[in-house]
């Protein structure tokens, strides 16, 4: 397995729950890296360009408004099979249908406010890595 690096994002809807704690300790305890965190409040701008590859979807517009409407806490992590290994931590986009134990079947509400967004690929999890924390761009 190689060391990769992939995004986290607790959404506002996890925020606003308080649930920050719990989650960072998820990620901890299952063995990720916390390379660089912050709390934001994305603007318009900072929310379209990161999602502009749904720009074309229906819920595009939709989710540019939820990820502005409140503080997010973006962070990058790193560890061997890093973006697998999240996304099992994170469970299925729905809630209803995530595995018990996992951040969004505990945390999320729907499939639209569910908690947290992670990376789907290595070379994405680079990217948005970059997005937010451009001193851990990859060389």
């Given at each position: 397995?190689?060391?990769?690096r992939t995004?986290?994002?607790?959404k506002?809807d996890?925020?606003?729950?308080?649930?920050?704690?719990?989650?960072?300790?998820?990620?901890?305890?299952?063995?990720?890296?916390?390379l660089?965190?912050r709390?934001?409040?994305?603007?318009?701008?900072?929310?379209e360009?990161?999602?502009?590859?749904?720009?074309?979807?229906?819920?595009?517009?939709?989710?540019?408004?939820?990820?502005?409407?409140?503080?997010?806490?973006v962070?990058a992590?790193?560890?061997?099979?890093a973006?697998a290994?999240?996304?099992?931590l994170?469970?299925?986009?729905s809630?209803?249908?995530?595995?018990?134990?996992?951040?969004?079947k505990?945390?999320?509400?729907d499939v639209?406010?569910?908690?947290c967004?992670?990376?789907?690929s290595?070379?994405?999890?680079?990217i948005?890595?970059?997005?937010?924390?451009?001193e851990?761009?990859?060389?």
């Amino acid at each position: 397995m190689a060391v990769e690096r992939t995004l986290s994002i607790i959404k506002p809807d996890a925020v606003e729950q308080n649930n920050v704690g719990n989650i960072l300790a998820m990620i901890q305890a299952a063995g990720l890296k916390i390379l660089g965190l912050r709390m934001l409040h994305l603007t318009r701008r900072q929310a379209e360009g990161f999602y502009e590859v749904h720009k074309a979807r229906p819920f595009f517009g939709e989710l540019v408004e939820f990820m502005t409407r409140g503080p997010v806490v973006v962070s990058a992590l790193e560890g061997e099979d890093a973006v697998a290994r999240y996304r099992k931590l994170m469970g299925a986009t729905s809630p209803a249908d995530a595995e018990k134990g996992t951040i969004r079947k505990l945390y999320g509400s729907d499939v639209g406010e569910n908690a947290c967004h992670g990376s789907d690929s290595v070379e994405n999890g680079a990217i948005e890595v970059a997005y937010f924390f451009p001193e851990y761009l990859l060389k």
